[in-house]
């Protein structure tokens, strides 16, 4: 199952900051914070990830609570290419697998 | 980064017939892992491809289903095998290549449908 939980659907305007939570209440001390997000028909493309400081790149930044249960992906000017399914895991050490959830299908509007 | 190729990018095959799907990195890459993408769902994790051993699958996948093989580190296949039209969907190729961050990289998917 699952360990994040997502809403599934969210809408922004165009030129606004798109925030995407997650939820991972359950989240161990060693589990990374990863986004991802799947454009139709691609495959998933690497966002951001954290631990627990706030990160920030050159796509979006990650904002993850002092307790760790939940977490938000902002993309700050969204653009209607931001249009896509965003993706929030938990990863432990090296070579563990990935589970995805439901993800957020983000709408970015015109 | 690790740039992935997967072949083919689409097919559409008979009921009862099998499709090999290949999966080909730039480098070398401990893990592989093959995922599933029915229509509008999420990803579910098929199976875990080490090289040199069996491959590790998850609850309600088989290797009688979906035999795979990893001979080196930059190569895969999953083998959809008696396909049925329930096995419509997307076939995706990852890696994680363990450098310093354990972010998984993606191939462009097979898109499979079965008639």
């Known amino acids: 199952d699952a360990k994040t939980t997502q809403p599934p659907s969210m809408d922004c305007a165009e030129g606004r900051a798109a925030n995407l939570p997650c939820n991972h209440s359950?989240?161990?001390?060693?589990?990374?914070v990863y986004w991802y997000r799947q454009i139709h028909s691609q495959g998933p493309q690497y966002i951001i990830h954290?631990?627990?400081n706030n990160e920030t790149n050159e796509m979006a930044s990650l904002i993850i609570t002092e307790d760790r249960k939940s977490s938000t992906l902002i993309l700050p000017h969204a653009t209607l290419r931001d249009t896509a399914v965003y993706y929030c895991?938990?990863?432990?050490?090296?070579?563990?697998?990935?589970?995805f959830g439901t993800g957020t299908k983000l709408q970015v509007i015109p | 980064s690790a740039v992935i190729s997967q072949k083919p990018s689409r097919d559409i095959c008979q009921r009862g017939t099998s499709l090999t799907i290949q999966c080909q990195v730039d480098?070398?890459?401990?893990?592989m892992f093959w995922y599933r993408q029915q229509p509008g769902q999420s990803l579910t994790l098929i199976a875990t491809?080490?090289?040199?051993?069996?491959?590790?699958?998850e609850s309600g996948f088989v290797i009688d289903k979906f035999p795979i093989s990893r001979p080196n580190l930059t190569f895969s296949t999953l083998t959809v095998s008696n396909m049925s039209p329930e096995d419509s969907s997307i076939y995706l190729c990852?890696?994680?290549?363990?450098?310093?961050?354990?972010?998984?990289?993606f191939g462009s998917g097979t898109q499979l449908s079965v008639l």
């Open positions: 359950t989240i161990s001390g060693n589990e990374y």
């Open positions: 895991t938990l990863t432990g050490r090296s070579y563990q697998k990935v589970t």
């Open positions: 491809a080490n090289q040199g051993s069996e491959a590790t699958y």
């Open positions: 990852s890696v994680e290549t363990g450098q310093g961050g354990e972010k998984l990289f």
């Open positions: 480098s070398q890459v401990t893990m």
């Open positions: 954290g631990l627990k």
